[in-house]
Each structure stands twice: as structure tokens, then as C-alpha cells.
């Protein structure tokens, strides 16, 4: 089977006008133009543990796909194509630049991974332009009812991946249906990637809206070119003004991908993990400064830290509902049990979004899923090209 460009230009050209509903179905006709007989758009659920099928006009509902159990759900964990033993199906990871979005079932005879996989590409693209105003493709993530707070969180944050040739950093959240009080934020710049992470007292709707409105503060403050004190200060204002109850604890830094040095502010938060050949090292612990609300920064700017990294180092953020959380014997999952789970799964060589995954699902175990607070974790790696 050779696919011709002429299918792929003219599946851009019909998504044009189409919800996110007719999505599957467009796909599945510009499959059966390239020879395939069958195909099928799986999204992953929002705490990624499963794929649900889009519906598409000529099948009923197809039944969701364990991510640790399937064949589709190994292409997902890996990032990579995966045939049946026959060879007429391949599942194929459907990432919008680093970030994972699902996979794409094509099924056929003499199967062209090379025109699946940029099926697969095309339909990513067409997943995200769509999202961002379809209720289907919203819905289809959610396996139950979403909080206000956690609702107005999930509308602020990023996408959990994002990455270049030089870095890469992923997030997790949980519980994500019922988040109150921490958010993250990555993002690159001309020379350098930015990252934050919050964490408002409490767990309620005013948590929320604190944390989303210093996620706004501290991009209103990089976009017309503040520094990281300047951000911090922001967000201190606005809390005092604003959240008059609330305390908030940060981190926020910025890592030139030039030359890897890493700058951060720590606001009373758990200081990062610095991950090096296999081994977590403390040099990243300084003086924490005082909580954000009491608009103490405006007067006494933060502390303004300083670290060269190496090729190949991550730097873990977390908040403290990650390393305080407590099995029901009272066991701490604790800082080295956070860095070991990360270690021994990338040396297993999986990827850093796989990693997290993972190990959120491991902290939940450790809770017995009975979540008391918000655990939220930010790797970032620097691996600059030669």
C-alpha cells in the first residue's frame, strides 16, 4: 500500500468544517482511501490508565483498552508502533510533539507503518485544533464528574508535555477531578524553558482560584519581560489583595538551555530533587523564603538561587502532598522512594511522561487511592544537541 499526499491534503481539507464528533469517521474514510479496512481514534482518559475509541458511524461503541494490558496501551506507554502477531493491526501513538494523546488502530493488509504513522500524525494535529472547543473530546477523557475548582485549574494549565531537541519537562496532577490547590506551568522562551509550581492552601474553589490566578500573574509578568522576583512579587500582591486568607507556597525557575544554568525562587516550598547518572543529589537545597499572600515580597524581594546543570540532568519539582502522603500505617512515601521510582523507570528506558505516569500510580497505591492532598510532580530534563 503506498498512500498518495493527496489523502492526507485532502483529510486537512474536510476537517475543516467538522466537530470534533465527525473526526473518527473522516479519518476512517481517508484510511480506506490509503487500503486500510479499519480504523479506530483512541484518546486517553484524563489520569491516564485507559483509551476510549471516538465514536465513528460505522461501528458501535468499541470497548475502552487497558494502558497496562493492551497492545494499544504499550504503543502509547512507549511511543511506539506495534503490530499483532497476524501484522494486519498496528496501533500507532498519536503525540502532539512530545505530548501523548492516544493512539490510532489502522488494520489492513500489507500494511504501510510509514503511511500509518503519518495518518497518525495528521490525526494528532487535528485532535488539538479541535479540543479546545468540542464537549466530545473533552467528555470522552472524563470517567466522572469534574469539581468547579478542578475544572478552573485544568482550564489554566498546559499541556502536561512539551519539549524541544535541547528539553523536555512533564507534569502530573492529582486527584485531576477533584484539584483544589496546586498547578503547574512549563513553558519555552527564546533561549530557555520556565516552570512553576504553586501550591494554595486549602482545597476548596478559593484554592482554585488562587492558584489560577497566580498561574495568570506569573505569565503576565514573563510576557512583558519580568524576572523571577518580579513574578513572585506579583503573585504576592494578589494574594494579599485579592486572596486575603490564602497562603500559597511556589517555586518558580527558568533554565537557559544554552548553557544549563538553572535559577529559581523558592517560596517555603519543598526544595528540587536534582536527578544525575542514576542518583539523586541535594545540591539544589537552599533557604527556603516566606509563603506568598502576606505581600512580603513586595519589600523584600526573594532570593534569587543559582545551579550549572550537566547534559542529561532532571530536575524534580513536587508539592508536598507527593513526598507527605501516607499509607494507611502511616508510612511516608517520602523524597528517596519519589526519586528511586523515577530512576528505576527511566534506566528501564521509559519515556519521562511514562515515568511520572507510573509513578502517580504508585503513590496512589501507597494511599490506597484515598488522596488527603493535591500531588503534583514537574520533571524537566536538559539534553542539549551536540
Known sequence: ?????????????????????????????????????????YVTDLQQTRLI???????????????DSSLAGLAYRMERTHLTQDGMTAWIPMVDGVERLGVLKARG?????????ALAGVTALLLV???????????????????????????????????????????????????????????FTDDGLH????????????????????LAACRATRHSGGRLTDIVTEIDRILDEWFTDRLMTAIIADL?????????????????????????????????????????HSHTPPTTHRARLQ??????????????????EGDLFGEQRLADTVIRAMAAGEPAPEALRRLLQQLKRHQEHKMSDDATIVMAEWHPTP
Request: with cysteine; aromatic share 6%; hydrophobic share 40%.
Open 1 to 41: 500500500m503506498m498512500a498518495s499526499n493527496s489523502f492526507l491534503a485532502d483529510l486537512v481539507a474536510r476537517s475543516q468544517l467538522i466537530s470534533g464528533r465527525d473526526l473518527a469517521g473522516l479519518v476512517f474514510d481517508a484510511g480506506r482511501a490509503m487500503g486500510l479496512t479499519a480504523t479506530g481514534v
Open 53 to 67: 475509541a471516538l465514536p465513528q458511524p460505522v461501528s458501535a461503541g468499541e470497548p475502552a483498552l487497558d494502558i
Open 109 to 117: 493488509p500489507d500494511l504501510s507503518l510509514a503511511d500509518c504513522e
Open 129 to 187: 485544533s479541535k479540543s479546545s472547543y468540542s464537549d466530545l473530546l473533552v467528555e470522552t477523557e472524563r470517567r466522572q464528574t469534574m469539581t468547579v475548582q478542578a475544572e478552573l485549574l485544568w482550564a489554566f494549565l498546559p499541556p502536561r508535555t512539551i519539549g524541544t531537541a535541547q528539553a523536555t519537562s512533564t507534569a502530573v496532577l492529582e486527584p485531576a477531578y477533584n484539584a483544589g490547590g496546586d498547578a503547574f506551568d512549563h513553558s
Open 195 to 214: 516552570l512553576a509550581l504553586l501550591d494554595a492552601m486549602g482545597h476548596d474553589l478559593a484554592s482554585g482560584g488562587a492558584s489560577a490566578a497566580g
Open 256 to 296: 537557559d538551555l544554552t548553557d544549563g544554568t538553572l535559577t529559581w525562587v523558592n517560596c517555603a516550598h519543598p526544595p528540587p530533587l536534582l536527578v544525575r547518572g542514576g542518583q539523586v543529589l541535594h545540591i539544589l537545597q537552599r533557604e527556603p523564603d516566606l509563603p506568598l499572600g502576606w505581600n512580603f
Open 311 to 328: 547534559p542529561g540532568d532532571r530536575i524534580l519539582l513536587y508539592s508536598d502532598g507527593v513526598t507527605e502522603a501516607r499509607s494507611p
